[in-house]
């Protein structure tokens, strides 16, 4: 059903037992997701966003990660911590 402003159909969810949710179809089938594809979230403010992650996306910020960790010792944070 088509919200009246014309905006795109709200899709709700449910949590289970299990912290489990499932993707409505409509969703996946917006975003051309499926079996195996990795979604990212993001919690701010009391809202949660979920992004679909192409596998090169997640490859890039998995090694953006890893190399930011050598900026995380307690030296670093005396150092710039009040930057």
Known sequence: MQHPSGAPPLELATLTSKGQVTVPKAVREALGLRQGDQLSWEVENGSARVRAVAPL???????????????????????????
């Open 57 to 83: 996306d997640l490859a890039y910020l998995q090694g953006l990660e890893s190399s930011l960790q050598e900026w995380s010792s307690q030296a670093d944070e005396e150092c710039f911590g009040n930057l």
